[in-house]
């Protein structure tokens, strides 16, 4: 640190130096000229323009105008643009000069940010699919994760909900693993960010926030994902699941500063509400549930004491119009870029505020970031990466849990009253009462969130770079949440406060040599090489108190609380990695290259510590040779094959491998005590996954169509698996590296311009790629998910996400009891009966992307699908129950139900009758017995086609502009989810109510569904 | 430009010695950075080494018992009898209530590995503590530690015998997953003599009554024993370890009944209570108030115990069993609702004064039997046993168990094993008699065997 700030000293004495040297000498040429866009012919603002040989540069004015001043002997610019290849001018007498740019060919040809390098990805054997900035923009979702939904092949976004902010499940190529994390890595400007989800509140099973959101996705440059072994295994340990590398915005040198201001204002509405049956239809569903079970029961059905003996008469009291509103969202942005000739900078602040379609609930985002790079002398550059957030959200409850907003309201059986006849809040059940929860909720959770990165690079020779560098990412989350004695949490402890202080911090020190350099006759041989070594720790720290009891409801500190408790909790892990890679191109052609990398790991077993993850590919420009450019078809192709390995140990405890007895939780009498934990395993080291691929890139039609397309096969081995033991041994799992888990799969990518004229250009990128998941080793089945009703399964055999129910064949026209599948054919109905019926996981996805643009108009949509993946509606589950629930009313489909003989129907007839649980096609199992709903009846098709985005934007006229004195300036509307296409019948088929557990996706229970909102933004440069 | 030259030179020499310093201590220290122990946990072999250590895991054991009490085998010993009846909205409640229960429901799931982490911890105690050399643990606290791990560990295979008849017989720490290997599934009777064996150890090592009510002394041994007695229909020992218990003066029937559930707790009723703080809670109350009050009304009082409670010839004072007006009647026997400080009511002096009498009325001493029954009933303030004859009086104390001990883990159990569950609540298939050992064991126990019927 210390040699930190003497950086920072001399830094300051040399601006003073350079400064003073910033003088003219005589005898220059003045070029002028302007450069513009080959298929638009508008001039281009903010292209660089450096003098060959020199740093020395301009960048365009709006209008693409730009003068430079050449010295003697200097006789050429080079051109460049983000998105158009790179041109250089010579100057021979010429004053003034125009430039046409042409657009390269992105998906091939860029230079991109692979592993602790940048690359020309013509070059690079791996899977890497690229994202810029600029396609992520127009959808007001707070996650740059959540944008990348339909953007690229190979990885799947669901959001789990329609909560701001909220959670949401992304994998790249499947799940690869069942107790370890499936979540890639994300690197932010070199810095390992936690994904681990802050907020404790507890809200049900949901997760409550996208660690991610805290990134503003207006400050971000590109995106790279590393698909396979050959790009991930680089980051060892941590490439398994694949590897978002993320770069924010920077200036360039020698452009002169661009201030931009950017907000939208946007309204959304949900696309559909909860039904729920309304009181009389309730009345008469109950009645009649009581006279079915009577007959069931033997009685005579005459003399029932119906429930409701005037149903017709029963009000109605909707609560669900309640919990719902139209939620706005407001966003602004400012941000200034420019640079010298020895610095660059990049600022930006932004401000998001987005409500929950569902009350109460609220998301609010300050981010501040600023990057800057300086050259110190021609060898010697520094720099940094600052992104400060603070977030601000009042998590409400959800899914299970029955004193949640959306349950209240859903559940409570409609005829009852919202109050009760004295004015106070009415509940009944286990639930709590919608109005009183929206009125009083009171949670506070304020996350502060730091992510650096302070850099030196340093060329020892213009081919050989040493950079080094310190990161960290700090993320504090401060809870505050009172339950005041208007809600049931509150009522009996007379107001209860929970207050969370959790702090996840990573610490990460970095060296890499690098080492670029052409060279033979020709330069034939191309060497692209670098090794390095990383420290990395990850500190997680949790205080947590609680306080019961307080004299009024405006007193919410806990230090005014009767009663209180306590809890503070830390844990540190260390991982130490050296790496090194090296690739070696002949002719342009053929390319070689392998990384090794090595971990040691505090995680695990004293023996078994240290990993070792090699990876190899090769590329084969194909189109360079003389018989494939002979066919006169193919303006590129690529071929491409890798092998590698690459490792998982996110997700698991800090101390997993150690033998313990615990003192958290373990006293009696008020007295403290231990008891057995968990049993040592010295063996316990890195689940592995294996992954070849195979890839063919091409364009064709002069460019025209670019299309790139990979198959691969990953085999995750050693899976880091709690694999269940005897509950006789006193526990109940043990972590061993037992299973394994493959996935293969194709990817496909279209890029194509349409149309290029000099008015019109429309390109349509389209994506598909299909997953196929199979768990192939595992110890036994393991049953979760559903709040203990285990509807999810891992099963060796099956993919992993499997739904585990009664197969429903029919309801019997003659009785209107359901019939079940007997799997075993024994005339019974048991817990062998169950079977697998499907599962979570897509067969496809994919999107599907439009942009056209007409003069000054630009129109894009976007179309995301999915299919094939099954949900499991948990509100159907609970409201069509026959009758069995007391305290819950019913969803319409209930109204379908059995009632006479003859009647065809997939609703079997109410009743609450019990004995013989195991008869098929009996009363009993049609709503509890063996089956207890646990029926396919409440399982659905999942596959939908969304209008995921469509903005329709207007650049103003850059001599209107200027009038207005403003760089440039475009307006633009938008809608999200405008559409949707779908057989499910619940609110919104992308949901995942379950999604704090990998293996429990697929839920859809009580949860605040994806929003349609319509927005209207405007953003202007100065 | 000179000034420019010299600086060029000191960065990179700034910086590579900047590189070089990083890259040396990180690998000097690189070992030690790979070592990282918890701060609220302790490393096994270390667990229990003295005084502290060893008082720490009896605490442990007990906290175990505590947990499987706090709520589960109280609804394993209600539920799927007709006190009980579900409410709510969470299915193992209603399996439960149906009698159509699941290898996966998660009630009897919880139990189960709640019982045998407990056993596994007594086990700890019981192999460890005897080699505990430090000075500062008396030869007294040695032997009480042992005694009431003995004790715990008799509780638990009890409570597992009568849940899911014979179970396999666990009597080591676990230390490696391979020394499971070959332990089947024993008798019931074999599990009854597993009980039997630990409760005489027990008996032996704890120390003499006093006024302690909330860990096991000799009286909490006795009465166990007398219990295990009464569901092996061992009836003259029943009577006499019951006889022991009652003739201890430290025990007494609580007037008025609702004394022994109302604060402050550990009354004189109490053979054996355990006592929950406000850092180790009880919210079984959470399912048995209505969400007006803060619950989740999960669990509620059948129409038949309440009328029984509610009519004077029955229930009596036991009427202060319940609250509300119907059809919102709720239970409040767990009534801490502020604090969630409810005690676990595992064995009352009431129980062996009716073990007494049933043992008695068994071996046919007819008076002896409405005597003790009668002690029972007189503190409710109802009407005193009329009937003479010994199946009447057989059956008019399957009633008094039912009422007085409505809302605890006692009619379930009393109606299995007096083979009265397919009489009383139609439950004729026997299969069901017994709780499913879990799917999980099922799926990963080579040496276990599913109970019939599931």
């Not at chain 1, 790629?769 to 999810?792: P, Y």
């Not at chain 2, 709780?435 to 019939?452: G, T």
């Amino acid at each position: 640190m210390k040699n930190l700030s003497l950086l920072a000293g001399l830094l300051l004495v040399l601006f003073g130096h350079l400064n003073a040297r910033a003088q003219e000498p005589p005898g220059d040429r003045l070029i002028t000229g302007k450069i513009a866009a080959e298929d638009a012919g508008q001039g281009l603002s903010g292209v660089s323009i450096v003098v060959k040989g020199t740093r020395r540069g301009v960048s365009t004015a709006a209008d693409g105008s730009f003068s430079v001043r050449l010295r003697a002997g200097e006789k050429a610019l080079i051109i460049s643009y983000a998105g158009y290849e790179t041109q250089e001018v010579k100057i021979a007498g010429q004053e003034k000069v125009t430039v046409l740019l042409v657009r390269g060919n992105r998906q091939l040809d860029d230079v991109i940010v692979t592993g602790y390098s940048t690359q020309n990805k013509r070059f690079i054997a791996g899977s890497i699919a690229s994202v810029s900035g600029d396609a992520i923009k127009d959808i007001p979702e707070a996650g740059f994760n959540q944008l990348l939904q339909g953007k690229t092949a190979g990885v799947q976004v669901t959001a789990n909900s329609g909560v701001p902010g909220g959670g949401i499940t992304f994998t790249i190529r499947g799940n690869n693993s069942i107790n370890a994390s499936v979540q890639p890595l994300y690197v932010i400007d070199g810095v390992f960010v936690s994904t681990a989800e802050p907020i404790q509140t507890g809200e049900g099973n949901q997760e409550q926030s996208n660690p991610l959101a805290d990134i503003n996705p207006s400050d971000i440059e590109s995106i790279q994902i590393l698909k396979d072994a050959n790009a991930t295994a680089i980051y060892g340990s941590l490439g398994a699941n694949g590897v978002v590398i993320v770069t924010t915005k920077r200036g360039r040198l020698n452009t002169s500063p661009v201030i931009a201001f950017n907000t939208y204002h946007g309204w959304s509405n949900a696309i559909k509400q909860f039904k729920v049956t309304n009181g009389p239809e309730t009345g008469l569903l109950t009645n009649e549930s009581a006279v079915n079970t009577a007959i069931d029961n033997g009685q005579n059905p005459a003399t029932v004491v119906l429930p409701f003996p005037d149903a017709d008469t029963l009000p109605t009291y909707n609560r669900i119009k309640d919990i719902f509103r139209t939620a706005s969202t407001s966003d602004y942005e400012l941000s200034t870029q420019g640079g010298t000739d020895k610095s660059d900078y990049y600022a930006g602040l932004g401000y998001l505020r987005q409500q929950s379609i569902v009350r109460p609930t609220d998301y609010e985002r300050y981010t501040a970031r600023f990057n800057s790079d300086y050259f110190l002398t021609h060898q010697l550059k520094i720099g940094e990466s600052i992104n400060i957030t603070r977030t601000w959200r009042n998590p409400s409850s959800n899914d299970n849990n029955p004193q949640g907003v959306i349950n209240s309201a859903l559940f409570t059986r409609s005829y009852e009253p919202i109050y009760n006849a004295n004015g106070t809040y009415a509940r009944y059940g286990s639930f709590d009462n919608a109005e009183a929860l929206i009125k009083y909720l009171h949670n506070n959770a304020t996350g502060w969130r730091t992510i650096g990165n302070v850099y030196a690079e340093y060329a020892i020779l213009p081919e050989l770079k040493l950079r080094s560098s310190i990161s960290i990412d700090y993320n504090d989350e401060y809870e505050n949440d009172y339950a005041s004695t208007e809600i049931s949490a509150g009522i009996a402890s007379n107001g209860l406060a929970n207050s969370y202080e959790t702090k996840n911090t990573v610490f990460l020190n970095e060296q890499v040599l690098t080492y670029i350099k052409s060279f033979g006759s020709n330069r034939q041989h191309s060497i692209n090489a670098l090794i390095g070594n990383t420290f990395n720790s990850v500190l997680a720290q949790e205080t947590s108190a609680t306080g019961t009891g307080f004299a009024a409801n405006s007193l919410t500190a806990i230090s005014a609380a009767a009663t209180t408790t306590g809890s503070s909790t830390s844990s540190t892990s260390d991982l130490v990695s050296y790496f090194g890679k090296a690739s070696y191109t002949y002719d342009n052609k053929y390319t070689i290259d392998g990384s090794i990398r090595a971990d040691g790991s505090s995680k695990f077993g004293a023996s078994r510590r240290w990993g070792y993850f090699p990876s190899g590919g090769i590329t084969w420009q194909a189109g360079q040779e003389e018989f494939i450019r002979d066919l006169h078809f193919f303006d590129a192709l690529k071929l491409r094959a890798s092998l590698g390995l690459s490792g998982n140990q996110n997700g698991i405890g800090p101390y997993a491998a150690q033998g313990l007895w615990t003192g958290t939780g373990i006293n009696y009498d008020n007295l403290a005590g231990i008891a057995p934990y968990q049993l040592a395993n010295p063996n316990l080291t890195w689940e592995t996954t294996r992954q070849t691929d195979v890839g063919v890139e091409f364009a064709v039609l002069k460019n025209r169509l670019t299309v790139v397309a990979d198959y691969y096969d990953k085999y995750t081995y050693d899976l880091l698996l709690n694999v269940p033991v005897p509950s006789r041994s006193g526990f109940t799992t043990y972590l061993q590296n037992y299973g394994a888990v493959t996935n293969k799969g194709v990817e496909l990518s279209l890029q194509s311009v349409n149309i290029k004229t000099r008015e019109v250009r429309w390109t349509t990128d389209f994506n598909i790629s299909a997953n196929r998941n199979k768990v192939v080793k595992l110890a036994s089945d393991i049953l979760q998910g559903a709040s203990g009703r285990d509807i999810s399964i891992l099963r060796q055999g099956y993919a992993v996400n499997s739904f585990y129910l009664y197969k429903q064949l029919s309801v019997d026209p003659q009785t209107g009891n359901a019939v079940y599948q007997d799997v075993n054919k024994d005339g019974q109905i048991t817990s062998a009966d169950r079977q697998i019926v499907g599962n979570a996981n897509p067969r496809f996805v994919g999107g599907l992307n439009n942009n056209l643009s007409l003069g000054a108009f630009d129109l894009g949509f976007l179309f995301y699908f999915q299919q094939g993946n099954k949900i499991m509606n948990m509100n159907d589950f609970f409201m069509i129950h026959g009758g069995t629930q007391k305290n819950i009313g019913f969803v319409p489909r209930q109204l379908d139900r059995w009632q006479k003989v003859g009647d065809k129907t997939d609703i079997p007839r109410m009743t609450t009758y019990s004995a013989n649980p195991a008869q098929n096609d009996g009363a009993a199992n049609n709503y509890g017995g063996n089956v207890a709903s646990e029926s396919t009846r409440y399982l659905e098709n999942g596959s939908f086609i969304r209008l995921k985005s469509v903005s329709l934007g207007y650049t103003i006229p850059s001599d209107a502009v200027r009038r207005l004195h403003l760089g440039s300036a475009r307006v633009y509307v938008s809608a999200t989810n405008l559409l949707t296409f779908t057989h499910y019948l619940g609110l919104d088929p992308e949901v995942s109510s379950q999604s704090n557990n990998q293996n429990t996706a697929g839920y859809d229970w009580a949860t605040v569904p994806q929003p349609r909102t319509v927005q209207a933004g405007l953003k202007v440069t100065f | 430009m000179k000034r420019s030259y010299i600086l060029s030179l000191a960065m990179p020499a700034g910086l590579a010695m900047l590189t070089g310093l990083a890259m040396l201590t990180g690998l000097a220290s690189c070992k030690k950075f790979l070592v990282q122990t918890p701060n609220n946990e302790l490393a096994d072999n270390v667990a229990i080494v003295d005084a502290s250590t060893a008082n720490a895991a009896i605490i442990g054991a007990y906290n175990g018992l505590a947990l499987y009490y706090a709520g589960n085998y109280e609804t394993l010993g209600t539920m799927p009898a007709d006190n009980v009846i579900f409410n709510g909205t969470l299915s193992q409640y209603l399996q439960l209530d149906q009698n159509a229960i699941p290898s996966d429901n998660v009630t009897t799931v919880a139990a189960y590995q709640e019982i045998y982490a407990t056993i596994n911890t007594a086990n700890s105690v019981i192999a460890y503590v005897p080699g505990v050399t430090d000075p500062n643990l008396t030869a007294a606290e040695k032997s009480q530690y042992i005694g009431e791990a003995y004790f715990i560990r008799a509780l638990c295979y009890f409570d597992l015998g009568r849940g899911w008849g014979g179970v396999q017989l666990e009597l080591k720490p676990t230390a490696t997953l391979s020394q499971l290997n070959g332990i089947y599934r024993s008798s019931l009777d074999s599990t009854w003599l597993q009980v039997h064996s630990d409760l005489i150890n027990a008996l032996q090592l704890l120390p003499e009554d006093a006024t302690t009510r909330n860990r096991a002394q000799k009286s909490a041994a006795r009465a166990l024993l007398a219990r295990l007695n009464l569901y092996s229909q061992q009836w003259d020992s029943a009577e006499y370890y019951s006889t022991q218990v009652i003739a201890n003066t430290k025990y007494s029937l609580v007037r008025p009944y609702k004394t022994f559930f109302t604060a402050p707790f550990l009354s004189a009723e109490s053979v054996l209570e355990l006592t929950y703080t406000t850092a180790d809670k009880n919210t079984f109350w959470d399912l048995w108030y209505p969400s007006s009050l803060g619950g989740q009304y999960t669990l509620k009082p059948s129409d038949t115990i309440v009328s029984q409670l509610n009519d004077p010839t029955i229930g009596g004072s036991r009427n202060a069993l319940l609250a509300g007006t119907a059809p919102n009647v709720y239970g409040v026997l767990y009534n801490q609702i502020a604090t969630s400080t409810d005690p676990a009511y595992v064995i009352r002096i009431a129980e062996l004064y009716l073990i007494r009498a049933e043992a008695r009325a068994q071996q046919n001493e007819l008076s002896g039997a409405v005597a003790d029954l009668d002690s029972v009933r007189s503190r409710a303030g109802v009407p005193l046993e009329t009937n003479t004859s010994q199946a009447a009086i057989l059956l008019d104390l399957e009633r008094e168990n039912s009422v007085e001990f409505a809302f605890e883990a006692h009619r379930w159990f009393d109606l299995v094993r007096t083979q009265r569950a397919g009489a009383v609540l139609g439950l004729t298939n026997t299969d069901y008699w017994l709780f499913p050992i879990p799917l999980s064991d099922v799926n990963s126990d080579p040496d276990v065997v599913q109970n019939l019927g599931y």
